[in-house]
């Protein structure tokens, strides 16, 4: 099994700043990719971010400039440094992780809030 936790959301001017983080733990053996989502209430949940195991990252076009992701392989961490939010940032947003090809072995977080205030 595969447990993470995610931190850093909270309540942000609009042009602001945060960190997220999101923590694996349990039985890994090889993480292929971690990447964030994220959904407002009556959405779909969309892609924010992701990195692979080698370092490759892709971003939506929404967050490109802005926005980064990162990780630590030996602390099976990853980040998201959001930088310039923006109002349509606010939701919650959730750490993913994939340690196979398949869906069936995807993990996701408990999610947390962030809100962009205007």
């Known amino acids: 099994q595969v447990q993470l936790v995610e931190s850093g959301g909270g309540l942000v001017q609009a042009g602001g700043s945060l960190r997220l983080s999101c923590a694996a733990s349990g039985s890994i053996f090889s993480i292929k990719v971690m990447g964030w989502y994220r959904q407002a209430p009556g959405k779909q949940r969309e892609l924010v971010a992701t990195i692979t195991r080698s370092g490759s990252t892709n971003y939506a076009d929404s967050v490109k400039g802005r926005f980064t992701i990162s990780g630590d392989n030996a602390k099976n961490t990853v980040y998201l440094q959001m930088n310039s939010l923006k109002a349509e940032g606010t939701a919650v947003y959730y750490c993913?992780?994939?340690?196979?090809?398949?869906?069936?072995?995807?993990?996701w977080g408990q999610g947390t809030q962030v809100t962009v205030s205007s």
């Open positions: 993913k992780v994939s340690v196979g090809r398949f869906p069936e072995y995807d993990y």
